[in-house]
């Protein structure tokens, strides 16, 4: 793990996002999404976690209406950020790996030319860690590949 890892650690993911500054949008949406008690299991629990500045690129109509009218694709696009297990930045570093999230989606991570990546999105703020797991801020989010394949592959079997 890289030289963030501090000896006392924040009891929880909860507390590590509040405690960095930069998850707000992400902390709001998980609550109104009824995901804070995921945050707080005992883990280990990897978060992609976009920053604020990621959710304000998301156009606020939409967003507003996401939040609204869609509460389960808003819990669906937010699983798409969280994985069960530890994945530190050194898990990447040296080759791609493939990342299952607890939405089903899988997305590529990748540590290659010093930039470290999740599907499309830069990390921006690798491992900031808690007692239960790992927190790294994303520029991104994961939401556009929200059909998990056994979803997708049921709608296409009720076509």
Known sequence: MN???????????????EQAGIFGSFLAAVAKAGLTEQLLAAGPITIFA???SAFAQFPARTWASF????ASLLRNMLTCHIAQGLITSDNFAGAPISVRTNQGARFPVDGANGQNRIGSAVITHPDIVAEN?????????LW???????????RRDAR
């Not at 939040?67 to 869609?70: A, H, M, P, V, Y």
């Not at 556009?144 to 049921?154: G, K, L, S, V």
Request: proline share 10%; no cysteine.
């Open 144 to 154: 556009f590949a929200a059909n998990p394949p056994q979803e997708r592959r049921q």
């Open 133 to 141: 797991g790992v927190l790294h801020g994303i520029d991104g989010l």
């Open 67 to 70: 939040e609204k009218d869609q």
């Open 3 to 17: 030289a963030q890892l501090q000896t006392a650690l924040p009891l929880n993911l909860i507390v590590a996002a």
């Open 50 to 52: 976009p920053t604020d």
